[in-house]
């Protein structure tokens, strides 16, 4: 049994992108960022209120690098707070099976855009005859659909997701936005992460859907997918504003087809100047925002040659 400890901090607004940045150098898969006193089936497309207070968690297996890893992050918490007033660190170590029973306490089922339900393993709901359900046990892996990030991004792959089309997950976690796009007419998904349990919770996740023949999910990067000369219809990669802006200066666009279309979440308001300028140098025109409270996602389309 995997044992792993939560680190978390509860900060406001305008620490939170560097509390993340942080917390994303030591934790094993990325962080998750929750507006806290917001309960996900009280959020809506026009009411969600902007963050006062935001939790960023990360978790750290257990093992012989812990104390350093520990160390490291507080020194680096220690300097951010030299600059701007910080908290203390919260710890707790659960198990792997802990972990994920604990999101099964708040997590529940959410309509999204015009068709999508997303809903977990473990809950049955009544559906109508247009809903599009995406079950879901995200293990693990990060993505439940509840986060304004993942919300935004599949309220944008409803509408860009062609039947035929090609899309690529880049940084897939619990394969959310994959099924989604499989579901909603997509003849093949890519879905890559550079975690081996999220690339393991979208295959399963995927069987639980039925779509396992057409989502491919592998532990790779944009430098796999740049290696393999394969390009996309449609790109969604929800990931946070530094990766997004390293992966443009490696040659981000050219994994979209001429005429095709990405999606990039995980952006707050005050970084869009920046995202949609690096877009741009990597060849993608963004022309397009959808916004949730103060998360933002990025529609952008690689211009026919």
């Known amino acids: 049994m995997s044992a792993w400890l939560e680190v978390s901090l509860q900060v406001d607004g305008e620490a939170a992108e560097a509390t993340a940045e942080v917390l994303q150098r030591y934790g094993y898969q990325g962080v998750a960022i929750e507006q806290e006193g917001i309960m996900p089936d009280a959020w809506s497309d026009d009411e969600l209120p902007p963050p006062q207070k935001l939790i960023i968690r990360a978790y750290l297996?257990?093992?012989?690098?812990?104390?350093t890893k520990k160390a490291n992050l507080e020194a680096a918490l220690g300097y951010m707070n030299l600059m701007y007033p910080m908290p203390q660190p919260v710890y707790r170590q659960v198990a792997e099976e802990d972990w994920a029973e604990a999101w099964k306490a708040h997590?529940?089922?959410v309509r999204l855009g015009r068709r999508l339900l997303v809903r977990p393993l473990w809950i049955d709901v009544e559906t109508g005859p247009d809903d599009i359900v995406v079950a879901l046990d995200p293990g693990m892996a990060f993505g439940t659909g509840t986060h304004p990030t993942t919300h935004l991004c599949l309220e944008a792959l409803e509408d860009l997701t062609q039947p035929g089309a090609q899309v690529l997950d880049l940084g897939c976690g619990s394969g959310i936005l994959a099924i989604a796009a499989a579901k909603l007419g997509a003849a093949h998904v890519l879905a890559v992460d550079n975690d081996p349990i999220a690339v393991r919770t979208t295959i399963e996740n995927a069987a639980q859907n039925g779509v396992s023949d057409r989502i491919t999910a592998q532990e790779g990067s944009l430098d796999t997918v740049l290696g393999s000369a394969r390009r996309f219809d449609l790109v969604a990669a929800n990931l946070i504003a530094k990766i997004i802006l390293?992966?443009?200066?490696?040659g981000l666009g050219e994994i979209v087809r001429p005429g095709g279309v990405a999606v990039f979440s995980g952006i707050i308001q005050e970084q869009v100047a920046e995202i949609e300028a690096a877009l741009r140098k990597c060849g993608l025109e963004p022309y397009r925002q959808r916004a949730m409270?103060?998360?933002?996602?990025?529609?952008?389309?690689r211009p026919h040659a």
Do not use: F
């Open 246 to 250: 390293n992966m443009s200066e490696q």
């Open 293 to 301: 409270g103060d998360w933002v996602a990025i529609e952008a389309r």
């Open 107 to 109: 997590y529940h089922p």
């Open 61 to 67: 297996p257990v093992d012989d690098e812990l104390e």
